[in-house]
């Protein structure tokens, strides 16, 4: 079997799972708060929710037997990129996803990228800094999986690199992040400029512990790049990649290749986006959301509940006063030593 599709039938195999738990009631607003400031969209069940100076709320509910999963605020604030993961064959409807971008005040949901067949998937996208274009992940059933990037003004999907997943950009927009042959069974971090295809493998000699690698995603200024990893275990099949156990975040100097970890949260396949001036980072897991400082060794602190396997995405900053407040709070505090 081609191990696109194994993972995928293991994706789909799992999602299906979901359906039954629903979303979420508006009673469940007061529990569903994440106590920082901005935007925020993130999943809860299978639709999306949106937390601004109003609160939080339902932003988008998912369709007959369908899921969505990992949104992406563009940067001005005023859509938000998702994937819509059709979860069986209801209706005559395909498994597989598409991508689609929606307007937050009025919300309406439009397909950007559909699929052509059953089985084929999209992930991940990522918005370019100027807002006209996404990159994402594109997992076909009969070719290679890829990093594509799609002009939202022209409709064109340009190939950015073959074998590889799960690709961020850069704030200058000029490279890319990804994981690099993720079918392998010995996947690495790469940058890539995107002017002239010349690449960076971030750890060459495998001498890191931490890996797989997920989501990596570069730091407000470039310099960096954060993603989550679990300590290493052996692949032995494309059902198993990315199932290694517990995951904490991790970051590279992309100067100096200093490695560390900057929040040992121990979660099953975390979610994680970054604060706009980069100096903090929402963890979300399936035992709480965790706030954490990128730039000291200070524990993780777990603000709100989590939620299995989500996704979430933020625009915003913490101030050092409203972080000296969020640690005080805090009805509970990760062992930094986990």
Same mark, same amino acid.
């Given at each position: 079997?081609?191990?696109?599709?194994?993972?995928?039938?293991?994706?789909?195999?799992?999602?299906?799972?979901?359906?039954?738990?629903?979303g979420?009631?508006?009673?469940?607003? +007061?529990?569903?708060?994440?106590?920082?400031? +901005?935007?925020?969209v993130?999943?809860?069940?299978?639709?999306?929710?949106?937390?601004?100076?109003?609160?939080?709320?339902?932003?988008?509910?998912? +369709?007959?037997?369908?899921?969505?999963?990992?949104?992406?605020?563009?940067?001005d604030?005023?859509q938000v990129a998702?994937?819509?993961?059709?979860?069986?064959?209801?209706? +005559?409807?395909?498994?597989?996803?598409?991508?689609?971008?929606s307007?937050?005040n009025?919300?309406?949901?439009?397909?950007v990228?559909?699929?052509?067949?059953?089985?084929?998937?999209?992930?991940?996208?990522?918005?370019?800094?100027?807002?006209?274009?996404?990159?994402f992940?594109?997992?076909?059933?009969?070719?290679?999986i890829s990093?594509?990037r799609?002009?939202?003004?022209?409709?064109?999907?340009?190939l950015?690199?073959?074998?590889?997943?799960?690709?961020?950009?850069?704030?200058?927009?000029?490279?890319?992040?990804?994981?690099s042959a993720?079918?392998?069974?010995?996947?690495?971090l790469v940058?890539?400029?995107?002017?002239d295809?010349?690449?960076?493998v971030?750890?060459?000699?495998r001498?890191?512990?931490?890996?797989?690698?997920?989501?990596?995603?570069?730091?407000?200024?470039?310099?960096?790049v954060?993603?989550?990893?679990?300590?290493?275990?052996?692949?032995?099949s494309?059902?198993a990649?990315?199932?290694?156990?517990?995951?904490?975040?991790?970051?590279?100097?992309?100067?100096?290749?200093d490695?560390?970890?900057?929040?040992?949260?121990?979660?099953?396949?975390?979610?994680?986006?970054?604060?706009?001036?980069g100096?903090?980072?929402l963890?979300?897991?399936?035992?709480?959301?965790?706030?954490?400082?990128?730039?000291?060794?200070?524990?993780?602190?777990?603000v709100?509940p989590?939620?299995?396997h989500?996704w979430?995405?933020?625009?915003?900053?913490?101030?050092?006063?409203?972080?000296?407040?969020?640690?005080?709070?805090?009805?509970?505090?990760a062992d930094?030593?986990?």
């Amino acid at each position: 079997m081609h191990p696109a599709l194994s993972l995928a039938a293991a994706l789909s195999a799992f999602a299906i799972l979901l359906v039954g738990c629903g979303g979420a009631s508006e009673s469940d607003h +007061g529990e569903r708060r994440i106590p920082v400031p +901005g935007l925020l969209v993130f999943t809860v069940g299978v639709d999306l929710w949106i937390q601004d100076d109003e609160g939080p709320r339902l932003l988008i509910a998912a +369709g007959q037997e369908q899921q969505l999963l990992h949104p992406a605020i563009s940067p001005d604030g005023t859509q938000v990129a998702y994937v819509v993961f059709q979860l069986t064959h209801a209706e +005559g409807a395909t498994i597989g996803t598409d991508l689609a971008v929606s307007n937050i005040n009025e919300p309406t949901q439009r397909t950007v990228v559909a699929r052509d067949g059953a089985a084929e998937f999209v992930w991940n996208p990522r918005w370019t800094p100027d807002g006209h274009a996404l990159i994402f992940t594109h997992e076909p059933v009969a070719e290679p999986i890829s990093v594509k990037r799609l002009d939202l003004r022209s409709g064109l999907i340009e190939l950015l690199r073959a074998d590889a997943r799960d690709a961020a950009i850069s704030p200058d927009g000029a490279r890319i992040v990804f994981v690099s042959a993720p079918y392998s069974g010995d996947p690495h971090l790469v940058v890539r400029r995107l002017e002239d295809g010349f690449e960076t493998v971030l750890d060459p000699e495998r001498t890191w512990q931490p890996r797989p690698y997920r989501i990596p995603r570069f730091s407000a200024d470039g310099g960096s790049v954060l993603f989550s990893a679990g300590q290493y275990l052996p692949q032995v099949s494309a059902v198993a990649l990315g199932l290694n156990g517990p995951e904490d975040i991790w970051r590279v100097d992309l100067t100096s290749g200093d490695l560390r970890q900057i929040a040992a949260v121990s979660e099953d396949q975390p979610d994680f986006t970054l604060s706009s001036d980069g100096r903090h980072a929402l963890v979300f897991g399936a035992f709480g959301t965790y706030l954490i400082s990128t730039t000291s060794l200070e524990p993780a602190y777990a603000v709100a509940p989590g939620e299995f396997h989500g996704w979430i995405d933020w625009l915003g900053t913490v101030s050092d006063e409203e972080w000296a407040a969020l640690r005080e709070s805090v009805f509970e505090r990760a062992d930094a030593t986990q």
